[in-house]
Structures are given as C-alpha cells and as structure tokens.
C-alpha cells in the first residue's frame, strides 16, 4: 500500500512526541504541526482505518507496528539527511526544511549511500 506524504509526516511526528512527552494525543500533533484540530481529526480518522496507529478510549494514540515501521524510516532520514546537510555547510533552518521534503522522496538506493558517506 503506497503511503502519502502527510501520512508519513504525521506518523514521525507522533514517533517525535511520543519519545518527548511519553504520551500522544491529537492536540499535541496539532500544535507541533500548527495544523487545525478539524484537520489532525480527519488524519488520525484515516490512519487509524488503514492501521497504522491506535487510539484508545481517553484519546491517547499508539503507533501499530505498520506505522511505527514508517516513522522510524522518516526518522532516520530526516535526522541522518539534516546532519549530512549541515556538515556540507547549511544552515540549520535550512538543512532541517530541506531534510523534511527529501525524505519523502528519496530512493532507497540514494539514501543509503548518502548514509554511509555520512559516517
């Protein structure tokens, strides 16, 4: 099942507070995101259907194995491709920024050489 961009940003962004906060909730994704409760509602709706996350009773959500898969890629990729960035001698602001649109499109292939010459 091919997986959309935004999916895959709100899945590492639930990986990202879920290892700040302890604890996961829409609002969170919604401040962290600057996105509309309304819209985070419908995301979380859409990835709770296709599987990836759970959520329970008191609104607390849970990455499922299938997006956990996921978020921990982007994750890799956004960290290992901000780092590679700024040793090259970017910015900060812009590695990260940067780093947030190449992960998503990145082959395989392509990130894996970039991480071993990364290191």
Known sequence: MEIHESAENYLETIFMIKNKKG????IDIANELE???PSVSVAMKNLRSNGYI?????????????????????????????????SLGVSPQIAVEDACRIEHIIST??????KKLAK
């Open 109 to 114: 292939e392509s990130f894996e050489a970039i």
């Open 35 to 37: 996105f509309s409760k």
């Open 54 to 86: 759970d959520i329970d009773k008191n609104g607390y959500i849970t990455l499922l194995d299938s997006g956990l898969k996921i978020a921990e890629k982007m994750y890799e990729r956004h960290i290992t491709l901000s780092n590679w960035l700024m």
């Open 23 to 26: 604890a996961v909730r829409s």
